[in-house]
């Protein structure tokens, strides 16, 4: 069982910086789908990031597209969400999830339980 732990949330100003990271154990293959996911309350969830460690190859929403980016560290125990020029609508909570044993494809609305780990959440708030 993947068991992700997500860190570096906090408040910022719009046109700020902020990076996610997400901590990856039980499961060391590179054959992993990984990604971020945020929350905003009324509002549906919406999937931000794809990454698959296999070959590295990303997805993005287009909400994020030229101001996030998506990556993992050499030991691949950690993904990152780095979130440049953030904005007040990028308010939201912000989870991890991760699939093993399958690519991300290029789709970035996966069906419910396609993702079978999740973080518990890190909340990032940006003030106009």
């Known amino acids: 069982q993947v068991h992700l732990v997500e860190s570096g949330g906090g408040s910022v100003q719009a046109g700020g910086s902020l990076r996610l990271s997400c901590a990856v154990s039980?499961?060391?293959?590179?054959?992993?789908?990984l990604a971020w996911f945020r929350q905003a309350p009324g509002k549906e969830r919406e999937e931000v990031a794809t990454f698959y460690a296999g070959d590295g190859n990303t997805n993005y929403a287009d909400s994020v597209k030229g101001r996030f980016a998506i990556s993992q560290d050499n030991t691949q125990n950690t993904v990152y969400l780095q979130m440049n020029r953030l904005k007040p609508e990028d308010t939201a909570m912000y989870y991890c999830?991760?699939?093993?044993?399958?690519?991300?494809?290029?789709?970035?609305?996966?069906?419910?339980?396609?993702?079978?780990?999740w973080g518990q959440g890190t909340q990032v708030t940006v003030s106009s």
């Open positions: 999830a991760a699939r093993p044993r399958l690519r991300c494809g290029s789709t970035m609305n996966h069906f419910e339980g396609f993702f079978t780990s």
């Open positions: 039980g499961y060391t293959a590179s054959t992993i789908c």
